[in-house]
């Protein structure tokens, strides 16, 4: 079975400040991590995936395997930053994505 | 066209009616998925087709109908709702082959009187 945590339900940073959404994993096989954002009053979108090894929007991500971790980070908060972050994972080559319960993050101006 | 088109985005039904939700894609993608989103809650797997075959069914139940017509279109057949089917359903839509990169539509918002 596939399990996705995010510990924070919330999170709230100061503009400027770093930030680092949690995100952890259990799978037994070799997973595809994802991170999914949802802007207020927008579709949720995918903003980064571990294979494609990008930054987007000031954002990173890597796989940590030892710690099956694949945390979220940014070195300066903007305000349009604030959203619902989704972390997911999918078993390698398959389409049952599953998504972890989410982080709302807030930045605080 | 680059979008996922839901319809209709608000449906209110009785617990005996019959209604479908519909799901449009013109991008080329030959897998369309089906979620469901409670209030404050992630969303949930319900369906996925791939190549126009049901690939996935996360043990949902009968009173839930998925129908892909073709590689572009994607139904949800609703019968015999209950109360706490109220929900945001959610399609998506992805190139294939397990590539996860899932494009989502805006969700039709069904509440079950």
């Known amino acids: 079975a596939q399990r996705v945590t995010q510990p924070e339900k919330l999170l709230s940073v100061f503009k400027g400040a770093p930030v680092e959404l949690k995100c952890n994993y259990s799978?037994?096989?070799?997973?595809?991590l994802f991170w999914y954002v949802q802007y207020s009053r927008q579709r949720l979108q995918l903003l980064l995936r571990h294979i494609s090894r990008e930054s987007i929007k000031g954002f990173t991500a890597d796989l940590n395997k030892g710690e099956t971790s694949f945390h979220l980070k940014k070195p300066f908060a903007q305000e349009e930053d604030s959203a619902m972050y989704y972390c997911a994972l999918s078993p390698f080559g398959n389409e049952k994505l599953t998504f972890g319960t989410g982080t709302r993050l807030t930045i605080i101006p | 066209d680059t979008e996922v088109t839901q319809t209709p985005k608000h449906l209110v039904m009785g617990m005996t009616n019959k209604k479908s939700l519909k799901c449009e894609q013109h991008m080329g993608h030959r897998a369309m998925y089906w979620y469901k989103q409670k209030a404050k809650k992630p969303p949930e797997l319900m369906f996925v087709?791939?190549?126009?075959?049901?690939?996935i069914n996360e043990s949902v139940p009968s009173r839930f109908s998925p129908e892909c017509p073709n590689s572009s279109l994607l139904n949800l057949h609703l019968h015999a709702l209950q109360p706490e089917d109220s929900a945001l359903y959610l399609c998506?839509?992805?190139?294939?082959?397990?590539?996860?990169?899932?494009?989502f539509g805006e969700g039709s918002r069904l509440t079950v009187l």
């Open positions: 998506a839509s992805s190139l294939g082959h397990g590539t996860g990169e899932l494009f």
């Open positions: 087709y791939s190549y126009e075959k049901l690939s």
């Open positions: 799978y037994s096989g070799s997973p595809e």
